[in-house]
């Protein structure tokens, strides 16, 4: 069974200031994904990230990263300086090798970006 | 991308009537699937097809029902509905690759429904 913790329920920042979004994963199998996935007001869960338990280097993609750490089964999001369309719904999801097409998200971290 | 569409946006029912949402993927993927969204809830999935058989029902009621006539479309009959069914629907498709069920899942925009 995967289990996903996303800590924090809400976050506000103001334009231009870094924010970092944890995520802790809990999971018995050998191999596993991890996902992060942007959810704005408009609904549709839009796909960022995947990545997979035998390979933690850690990614960049534009303002985007990703920091991956299995020793403390952490798979963090960094927004660098975050701009009001960053403002969403930010979710953290594990896949296990073993749990069939049975995607687990996080509860959902809200991100608000001020101008 | 817009690869995963779904209809309606909205839906408003009554306990009695009968309805269908809608999901069509423009991705070529074999794998489908409806998740259910509540407020101050995770996800939860709900059904998946692959190839256009099931091959998981999360104990969802009987008053959904999954429909999968090829690999692009899917359906969801909704029929005799209670209030705390009101939610958001998402629809989502992934590669389906047979004996992989580790694809990424690409979704839909959801239909927000509301059962009076």
């Known amino acids: 069974a995967q289990k996903v913790t996303q800590a924090q329920t809400e976050i506000s920042v103001v334009e231009k200031e870094d924010v970092t979004l944890d995520c802790v994963y809990e999971?018995?199998?050998?191999?596993?994904?991890l996902f992060w996935y942007k959810q704005p007001p408009s609904g549709e869960l839009v796909f960022l990230i995947r990545?997979?338990?035998?390979?933690?280097q850690n990614e960049i993609s534009g303002r985007y990263s990703w920091n991956f750490q299995k020793s403390t089964s952490s798979f963090n999001f960094t927004i660098t300086a975050s701009q009001v369309v960053d403002s969403a719904v930010y979710f953290c999801?594990?896949?296990?090798?073993?749990?069939?097409?049975?995607?687990?998200f996080g509860e959902g971290t809200q991100l608000t970006v001020n101008p | 991308e817009t690869g995963v569409t779904q209809t309606p946006r909205h839906l408003v029912m009554g306990m009695t009537n009968k309805k269908s949402l809608k999901c069509e993927q423009h991705?070529?993927?074999?794998?489908m699937y409806w998740y259910k969204q509540s407020a101050k809830k995770p996800l939860e999935l709900m059904f998946v097809?692959?190839?256009?058989?099931?091959?998981e029902n999360n104990s969802v009621p009987s008053r959904f029902s999954p429909e999968c006539p090829n690999s692009s479309h899917l359906f969801l009959h909704l029929h005799t509905l209670q209030p705390e069914d009101s939610a958001l629907y998402l629809c989502?498709?992934?590669?389906?690759?047979?004996?992989?069920?580790?694809?990424?899942?690409?979704f839909g925009p959801g239909t927000r429904l509301t059962v009076l």
């Open positions: 990545r997979n338990s035998f390979d933690e």
């Open positions: 991705l070529g993927h074999n794998a």
């Open positions: 097809y692959n190839f256009k058989e099931q091959t």
């Open positions: 989502a498709s992934s590669q389906g690759r047979r004996g992989a069920r580790t694809d990424t899942q690409y």
């Open positions: 999971t018995r199998d050998t191999t596993y994904y």
């Open positions: 999801a594990s896949l296990g090798e073993t749990s069939g097409s049975r995607l687990t």
